[in-house]
């Protein structure tokens, strides 16, 4: 079956750092592209960052310079190191791989992330 | 950065009606759009790529339409399953954007 699924969410305080993991299962994470999708709470759906096949990565002006996406091919694992977080940051976030030229399937089940003091 | 409106932003519906969503881009995107469906505390799911794709096991209820900066996508006999989130996404152009989403209630 082809499925991600997301870990590393919880409660940081402002300021502090976060590393989120998506493993996946039935394809090769490295041969695909793969992003970090994130929902704030009751809002909607905003696209965070992505990484290509090739290795090369682009993230959203909101999260450019404290998130890194990145990923193990050893581990089959996708991981978006959260850094200098903020109250706005809150939000559940999802992995997808991402079919080029951009559409999102599978979705993972999503982990929360709160920046709260 | 493309500004994705959707609209209605809420509805309400019967089963076995007809329901359709529109979504407009604030520039021309081609037919690159999608639309997903997401039901309350649940990840979304896919539902149609390149404006009128039915992704793989979505029912044939599910249909998509437009390009350009118009597209729509219509539920033909809405189901109880199908009360939901709905949200378009484009992917011509970087950063990719969802539009605010349409809640479809039961009326």
């Known amino acids: 079956e082809v499925q991600v699924v ?3 969410g919880g409660l940081i305080q ?14 090769i994470v490295s041969s695909n592209y793969m992003s970090w999708v994130r929902q ?36 089959n694992t996708l991981y978006l190191q959260m850094n200098s977080l903020r109250p706005e940051d ?15 399937d599978p979705w993972g089940q999503g982990t929360l992330v709160t920046v709260s003091s | 950065d493309i500004q994705m ?9 019967s089963v076995g009606d007809r329901v359709t969503i529109t979504c407009r881009a604030s520039q ?13 505390e649940k990840a979304p799911k896919s539902l ?10 979505v029912p044939s209820r599910f249909s998509g339409s437009g390009s350009g900066t118009e597209f729509t996508l219509t539920i033909s006999g809405l189901q109880p399953e199908d009360f939901a ?3 378009c996404q484009q992917y011509n152009t970087y950063p990719l954007t969802f539009g605010g989403g349409t809640k479809v209630e039961i009326k």
């Open chain 1, 6 to 8: 997301e870990s590393g």
């Open chain 1, 14 to 27: 402002p300021g502090g750092s976060l590393r989120l993991s998506c493993v996946a299962s039935g394809f």
């Open chain 1, 40 to 75: 704030a709470p009751g809002k909607g759906l905003e696209w965070v960052s992505v990484i290509y096949s090739g290795g090369d990565t682009h993230s959203a002006d909101s999260v450019k310079g404290r998130f890194t996406i990145s990923r193990d091919n050893s581990k």
């Open chain 1, 90 to 104: 809150t939000a559940v976030y999802y992995c997808a791989r991402l079919w080029a030229p951009g559409w999102f």
């Open chain 2, 5 to 13: 409106t959707q609209s209605p932003s809420s509805l309400s519906a």
């Open chain 2, 28 to 40: 021309g995107i081609s037919s690159w759009l999608a639309w997903y469906q997401q039901k309350p």
């Open chain 2, 48 to 57: 149609i790529y390149a404006a009128s794709s039915l992704q793989s096991g």
């Open chain 2, 85 to 87: 989130t709905y949200y």
